[in-house]
C-alpha cells in the first residue's frame, strides 16, 4: 500500500455508502418528524396526513436520486485519485533513481567522486585519519580505442568489482572518481607497510587479465598513495598528493605505487616553473647564440663560427645548451628554437666579413624532419645568407634513428651547397657505414682525444686523418686549448687537419663581441681577450 492510502483510510465505496445512509438517515427524519413541525413552525398550512407508504416512497425516491446524482461524480473522483496515486507512485521511483544516481556511479556501482569527497571532508573535518589510493588504470584507452567502448565499459564493470573485493577484506570504500580513475579510502590510521600490501594487492589484481584474456591483457594499474596524518589535512589536497604520486609512477614505468613525497612535489614543480620559462624563452628570443671560433690550419685564421646556444635568463645568469636543450627537446621546441637561433645568427653574421662561414648544431628530431631542408633553404633566403657559407652539424646518433630520412635531408642540403659535418667524431657509432653512405663533407674529431694527459689518443687521431684523406673529407679538431700550444696545432696541421676549433682560440661568445675582434688585425685579439 502506498503512502497515500494509508493516510487516506476513508475509501471511496465507504464514502458512498455513508452518503447514502446520511441521505436516506436524513430524509426518514425529514418525513417522519421534522416536516411537520418546520413547516408548523413556519406557519404553513400542512396536511399531515400521509400514509406511511407515501412517506417511504419519499424516502426512497429521495435517496434514489441523491445515489444517482453521487455515482457520476464518485467515478470521476475515483478516476482522479487512482491517476494521482500511480503518479505519486512514479514519482517516487524517479526520486529513488535519482538518488542512486546522485550517489553511486551508474556504470560501476560504486559511489562517485561527489560522494567520495564528501566522505572524505566529514572525515577530515572530524579530524579523524584517513588514507587514500588513487588508481589509475594503465593502458585502458588502447582497450576503448582497439576494442569499443562496450568493452571498456565491460572493464570498468570488472574492475570496480575487484576494487570491492580489496576494500571488503580491508574494510575499506571503493569510489569511482570519473574515466579509467578510481580511489579506495581508508579511514582510520593504517601502517605504511598495510596500506603498501593492499597497494601491491591492488596492482597485481589489477593486473590480472580482464574478459578474454587475449582481448584485454595488458592492463594495469598505477596508484598514488596519500595519509591526512602526513600529507594534507584538507580534502582536494589529500587527492593532490595522491594524484602527484599517481604520476610519478605514471613517469616511472607504470604498474606501480608510490607514497606521496614532498620533495618531489617540489621538484615536479621547479620542472613545471623551467618548463614555462623556458617556452617564454623561446618566445621572446632570449635563448641567443654565442659564437666559437673556427681556424683554418696551419694558419690560425678564423674561417668561420659554430653557433652554440645560450640562454641569457632575466634574472642575469646564462644557461647552457646541456641543460636546457634536453628539455626543450622534451617539450618539442627544438625547432622553434633553431629556427629562431637561425635567425639571429644570420643578422649578427651579417655584419661580419663575408668569407666568414656558420656552423650550426641540428638535433636528431630536426635533421629526420622531412620539411626541415626547405624550411632552412627558405630562411637562408629570406636572411639573405649565402648557402655555401652554412653547414650543418649532426652526430651519429641522430643519424641511427630513421637513417633513410636522414639521408634524403642530407643530399638535399648538400645538393644545395650546404656542407654537412659529423660533429663529436670517435664517440659514438664512428662506423665507416655512415661516412660512406651518407653526403658528409666534414668530420669533427671529439674534443676527448684531445684531453690533458691523453696523448696516447694520438696515433687514433692520425688513423682518423687517414681514413678522412682517402675518403675526400675535410677534419677539424675540437677542444684545442692552451697548453697544447705548440706542439699540437703543428702537428694537426702535419698530419692534414684542415680546421682546429677550442678555448686557445676563443670561447663561444656574444656576436657583438665577434664583430670587432674578426675585423682587427689577426686572430690574435680573440684568443687576447679569452
Ligand atoms: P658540441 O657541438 O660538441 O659543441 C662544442 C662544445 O664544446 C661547446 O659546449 C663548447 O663550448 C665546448 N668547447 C669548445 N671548445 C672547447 C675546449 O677547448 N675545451 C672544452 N672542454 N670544451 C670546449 P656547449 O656550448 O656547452 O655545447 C654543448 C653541446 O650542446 C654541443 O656540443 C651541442 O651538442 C649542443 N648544442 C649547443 N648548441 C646547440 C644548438 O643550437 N642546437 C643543438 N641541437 N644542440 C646544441
Ligand atoms: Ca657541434
Ligand atoms: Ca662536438
Not at 593532490?240 to 615536479?268: Q, V
Not at 639571429?344 to 662561414?357: G, Y
Not at 637513417?403 to 642540403?413: F, G, H, M, P
Request: negative net charge.
Amino acid at each position: 500500500m502506498t503512502d497515500l492510502h494509508r493516510r487516506n483510510p476513508c475509501r471511496l465505496p465507504t464514502l458512498l455508502l455513508l452518503s447514502l445512509l446520511t441521505v436516506v438517515g436524513l430524509s426518514m427524519l425529514w418525513e417522519f418528524h421534522l416536516e411537520a413541525s418546520v413547516m408548523h413552525w413556519l406557519n404553513l398550512p400542512y396536511d399531515g396526513d400521509f400514509e406511511d407508504a407515501e412517506r417511504w416512497r419519499f424516502v426512497l425516491t429521495a435517496s434514489g436520486f441523491s445515489m444517482l446524482s453521487l455515482i457520476l461524480p464518485t467515478v470521476v473522483l475515483k478516476r482522479l485519485v487512482v491517476n494521482t496515486q500511480s503518479s505519486y507512485r512514479r514519482l517516487q521511483i524517479i526520486q529513488a533513481q535519482t538518488e542512486t544516481l546522485a550517489k553511486y556511479d551508474a556504470l560501476s556501482g560504486l559511489i562517485n567522486r561527489r560522494v567520495f569527497m564528501d566522505v572524505l571532508h566529514k572525515q577530515l573535518d572530524e579530524s579523524q585519519p584517513v588514507a587514500i589510493l588513487l588508481i589509475d588504470l594503465d593502458h585502458f584507452k588502447a582497450i576503448n580505442d582497439q576494442h569499443g567502448h562496450s568493452a571498456g565499459d565491460s572493464v570498468l564493470v570488472e574492475i570496480a568489482h575487484r576494487l570491492q573485493g580489496i576494500a571488503a577484506i580491508h574494510a575499506g570504500t571503493a569510489a569511482r572518481l570519473g574515466g579509467d580513475e578510481f580511489c579506495l579510502m581508508f579511514q582510520g590510521h593504517r601502517e605504511e607497510s598495510e596500506l603498501s600490501e593492499i597497494a601491491e594487492l591492488t596492482v597485481r589484481w589489477l593486473s590480472e587479465p580482464v574478459l578474454e584474456a587475449t582481448l584485454c591483457g595488458r592492463l594495469g594499474a598505477t596508484i598514488g598513495i596519500s595519509r591526512s596524518w602526513m600529507d594534507a589535512r584538507e580534502a582536494s589536497s589529500l587527492l593532490h598528493c595522491a594524484d602527484t604520486a599517481m604520476y610519478r609512477g605514471k613517469n616511472t614505468g607504470r604498474s606501480t605505487f608510490n607514497f606521496y613525497d614532498n620533495d618531489y612535489e617540489r621538484l615536479m614543480r621547479a620542472q613545471a616553473d623551467l618548463d614555462l620559462a623556458l617556452k617564454h624563452a623561446v618566445d621572446r628570443e632570449e635563448i641567443v647564440p654565442f659564437f666559437q671560433p673556427i681556424v683554418t690550419l696551419p694558419s690560425q685564421q678564423v674561417v668561420g663560427f659554430e653557433v652554440l646556444a645560450r640562454w641569457l635568463k632575466p634574472d642575469g645568469s646564462t644557461g647552457m645548451p646541456g641543460d636546457f636543450i634536453p628539455i626543450l627537446e622534451r617539450l618539442g621546441l627544438i625547432p622553434a628554437m633553431t629556427r629562431s637561433l637561425v635567425r639571429q645568427a644570420c643578422r649578427a653574421a651579417s655584419r661580419w666579413d663575408d668569407h666568414l662561414n656558420l656552423s650550426l648544431n641540428v638535433s636528431a628530431t630536426m635533421i629526420t624532419d622531412e620539411l626541415f631542408p626547405d624550411h632552412l633553404f627558405d630562411q637562408l633566403k629570406q636572411e639573405n645568407f649565402p648557402f655555401d657559407r652554412f653547414e650543418v652539424e649532426i652526430t651519429e646518433e641522430a643519424l641511427v634513428g630513421n637513417l633513410e630520412a636522414a639521408q634524403r635531408n642530407l643530399s638535399k642540403l648538400h645538393g644545395h651547397g650546404i656542407s654537412v659535418a659529423l660533429d663529436d667524431f670517435g664517440i659514438g657509432y664512428s662506423g665507416l657505414y655512415h661516412l660512406t653512405r651518407l653526403s658528409i663533407d666534414k668530420i669533427k674529431i671529439d674534443r676527448s682525444f684531445f684531453e690533458a694527459g691523453n696523448i696516447d689518443h694520438l696515433p687514433m687521431v692520425e688513423a682518423i686523418l687517414g681514413m678522412a684523406r682517402s675518403l675526400n673529407m675535410k677534419v677539424t679538431a675540437e677542444g684545442i686549448e692552451d697548453f697544447h700550444q705548440p706542439y699540437l696545432p703543428k702537428w694537426l696541421a702535419e698530419n692534414g687537419c684542415h680546421y682546429a676549433q677550442g678555448y686557445l682560440y676563443g670561447y663561444p661568445q656574444a656576436g657583438s663581441t665577434i664583430a670587432t675582434a674578426v675585423h682587427g688585425p689577426s686572430i690574435a685579439c680573440i684568443a687576447a681577450q679569452n
